[in-house]
Nanobody, 124 residues
Framework: QVQLVESGGGLVQPGGSLRLSCVAS????????MGWFREPPGKEREFVAA????????YYSDSAQDRFTISRDNAKNTLYLQMNSLKPGDTAVYYC?????????????????WGQGTRVTVSS
């Protein structure tokens, strides 16, 4: 099991940017496929982005494509999500997730380990 701690959330105006971080500990970070998910108020948790073990491949939801960038630094055991052009619809609690080999990278149930979440509010 890997322990995950997110940070970087906050209140931002529409059109603004935030960078989320997720620090991993407990196991070799590079052994884990990583994902970002979010849970908007009153809605189910949904896929945002994912990145393969070495960072060679990245995957995005339609809403994140072209605005968000997922990256990882295996030397620092850290996952990132750069979010630009934020919209009110991006308001949610954002979670990072880890799994050695998720069977379906867009499904929350495929990931074994989760952080506690960081809240992002996009509002004027």
């Amino acid at each position: 099991q890997v322990q995950l701690v997110e940070s970087g959330g906050g209140l931002v105006q529409p059109g603004g940017s935030l960078r989320l971080s997720c620090v991993a500990s407990g196991h070799t970070f590079s052994s884990y496929f990583m994902g970002w998910f979010r849970e908007p108020p009153g809605k189910e948790r949904e896929f945002v982005a994912a990145i393969a073990w070495t960072g060679s491949n990245t995957y995005y939801s339609d809403s994140a494509q072209d605005r968000f960038t997922i990256s990882r630094d295996n030397a620092k055991n850290t996952l990132y999500l750069q979010m630009n052009s934020l919209k009110p619809g991006d308001t949610a609690v954002y979670y990072c997730a880890a799994d050695r080999s998720p069977v379906l990278i867009t499904a929350p149930r495929a990931y074994e380990d989760w952080g506690q979440g960081t809240r992002v509010t996009v509002s004027s």
